[in-house]
């Protein structure tokens, strides 16, 4: 067991030192080449189920979740032209009619027809980091994903729910705990708004500048388990606890402009990658011989990725054409939402074992293919302004 501990500790040390090096050589997304890393040492025994691993890499997700709230910016989504907002929503009704009408031409099983719509910004966080938050179109797939985030959340709820009750009063008294909680957060946002608005001073207190017990990270960590503590009682899912804390500290706290860059560090260096290698080690690659589950994998991610550029176009005539691309390619990556519809869909044998896998596989695959060509695409835009 201690030899066993040791081993998973210095296999995962190596993996999150040496994943960015073997990254820039292959010149893959360094996400992408964590999972895949992952799955390799995994096939080869070198790490498999751990209690702490899993626990670890749980916290590393909530982690991610939490730095995409943080990269949220209220005012820019409140302040944003009604046209966007109303873009940004034809844009998720497109996903979600694409999603159904692609389904049932390919006579998809229904839980993946409810997977395919799904928005998740987590990893709309890494490519900010890489990108830098000023692009126009990491922008506009913040307000997009945010919009389309809290709707995923919402219906996964619901869907775990209804998996487990069925519907019946049970799944109603957890959609009613799901918007009285919104509700709630609503109001203390507006409350605390006030608040720091007539008394400006405590947001100082809060947060010092000359501060040298690191009280702004304390204060974000605790915000982040308390809103994740809550999350259980309430029987909703901790994702969105992590993710509105997030928010919160970009809210409320945006004047402290090194605290963002001390909580990303935190997450990109160490919490984030080890998240990305058990996502890559949770997978069998023993499975890829399995007739069926490459193939189908493959199909479920071009026809997600497809959806969401078909749906881009409504957003053409805000950002152009290949802002609008790389804003749908951005939103194909649902990763965390999707092994979560799978798992729900497996344990409660709504799914076959083929189709769990296919779904496990075609969430990596659209951050293998999405990264990839949005690396490209931006490479290709980089070049170009540089000519000009």
Same mark, same amino acid.
């Given at each position: 067991?201690?030899?066993?501990?040791?081993?998973?500790?210095?296999?995962?040390?190596?993996?999150?030192?040496?994943?960015?090096?073997?990254?820039?050589?292959?010149?893959?997304?360094?996400?992408?080449?964590?999972?895949?890393?992952?799955?390799?040492?995994?096939?080869?025994?070198?790490?498999?189920?751990?209690?702490?691993?899993?626990?670890? !890499?749980?916290?590393?997700?909530?982690?991610?979740?939490?730095?995409?709230?943080?990269?949220?910016? $209220?005012?820019?989504?409140?302040?944003?032209?009604?046209?966007?907002?109303?873009?940004?929503? #034809?844009?998720?009704?497109?996903?979600?009619?694409?999603?159904?009408?692609?389904?049932?031409?390919?006579?998809?099983?229904?839980?993946?027809?409810?997977?395919?719509? #799904?928005?998740?910004?987590?990893?709309?966080?890494? #490519?900010?980091?890489?990108?830098? @938050?000023?692009?126009?179109?990491?922008?506009?797939?913040?307000?997009?994903?945010?919009?389309?985030e809290i709707l995923s959340i919402a219906a996964l709820t619901v869907? +775990?729910? !209804?998996?487990?009750?069925?519907?019946?009063?049970?799944?109603?008294? @957890?959609?009613?705990? #799901?918007?009285?909680?919104? $509700?709630?957060?609503?109001?203390?946002?507006?409350?605390?708004?006030?608040?720091?608005?007539?008394?400006?001073?405590? @947001?100082?207190? =809060?947060?010092?500048?000359?501060? /040298?017990?690191?009280?702004?990270?304390?204060?974000?960590?605790?915000?982040?388990?308390?809103?994740?503590?809550?999350?259980?009682?309430?029987?909703?899912?901790?994702?969105?606890?992590?993710?509105?804390?997030?928010? !919160?500290?970009?809210?409320?706290?945006?004047?402290?402009? @090194?605290?963002?860059?001390?909580?990303?560090?935190?997450?990109?260096?160490?919490?984030?990658?080890?998240?990305?290698?058990?996502?890559?080690?949770?997978? +069998?690659?023993?499975?890829?011989?399995?007739?069926?589950?490459?193939?189908?994998?493959?199909?479920?991610?071009?026809?997600?990725?497809?959806?969401?550029? =078909? !749906?881009?176009?409504?957003?053409?005539?805000?950002?152009?054409?290949?802002?609008? $691309?790389?804003?749908?390619?951005?939103?194909?990556?649902?990763?965390?939402?999707?092994?979560?519809?799978? /798992?729900?869909?497996?344990?409660?044998?709504?799914?076959?074992?083929?189709?769990?896998?296919?779904?496990? $596989?075609?969430?990596?695959?659209?951050?293998?293919?999405?990264? /990839?060509?949005?690396?490209?695409?931006?490479?290709?835009?980089?070049?170009?302004?540089?000519?000009?």
């Amino acid at each position: 067991m201690i030899h066993t501990s040791i081993t998973l500790i210095l296999v995962l040390s190596v993996l999150i030192w040496g994943s960015p090096f073997v990254a820039k050589s292959l010149r893959l997304p360094i996400p992408s080449v964590e999972i895949i890393l992952g799955s390799i040492v995994a096939y080869f025994g070198l790490i498999g189920h751990n209690q702490y691993f899993d626990l670890i !890499a749980e916290v590393g997700f909530l982690y991610l979740m939490f730095l995409a709230g943080m990269e949220v910016d $209220l005012k820019q989504i409140t302040k944003s032209p009604k046209i966007v907002i109303q873009k940004s929503m #034809l844009f998720l009704l497109f996903i979600v009619m694409f999603s159904v009408l692609f389904g049932f031409i390919f006579d998809l099983n229904t839980i993946v027809i409810i997977s395919m719509p #799904l928005i998740s910004i987590g990893l709309l966080a890494t #490519l900010s980091k890489v990108y830098g @938050k000023e692009e126009s179109w990491i922008r506009l797939a913040f307000i997009a994903g945010v919009l389309g985030e809290i709707l995923s959340i919402a219906a996964l709820t619901v869907f +775990d729910a !209804a998996s487990s009750t069925g519907f019946n009063l049970a799944l109603i008294i @957890k959609i009613g705990y #799901l918007a009285l909680f919104i $509700l709630v957060i609503y109001i203390l946002y507006k409350a605390l708004h006030l608040l720091f608005w007539w008394f400006p001073e405590l @947001k100082g207190i =809060l947060v010092p500048k000359a501060d /040298t017990s690191a009280q702004d990270i304390r204060l974000s960590m605790a915000l982040f388990f308390i809103l994740i503590a809550v999350m259980p009682s309430l029987e909703l899912e901790l994702a969105l606890g992590a993710f509105i804390a997030g928010i !919160a500290i970009s809210a409320f706290f945006h004047h402290e402009k @090194k605290l963002e860059e001390k909580m990303s560090s935190l997450g990109f260096g160490f919490l984030v990658p080890l998240f990305f290698i058990h996502v890559g080690a949770s997978f +069998d690659l023993n499975a890829l011989i399995l007739e069926g589950v490459v193939s189908g994998a493959i199909l479920i991610t071009v026809l997600m990725i497809l959806s969401r550029v =078909l !749906a881009a176009i409504v957003l053409k005539g805000i950002s152009g054409a290949k802002d609008a $691309l790389l804003i749908a390619l951005s939103l194909s990556m649902p990763l965390t939402l999707l092994v979560a519809v799978a /798992t729900i869909g497996y344990e409660t044998k709504l799914l076959d074992l083929l189709t769990y896998y296919q779904l496990i $596989l075609a969430s990596i695959f659209e951050i293998l293919f999405s990264m /990839t060509i949005i690396k490209f695409l931006q490479t290709q835009k980089r070049t170009t302004i540089e000519k000009d």
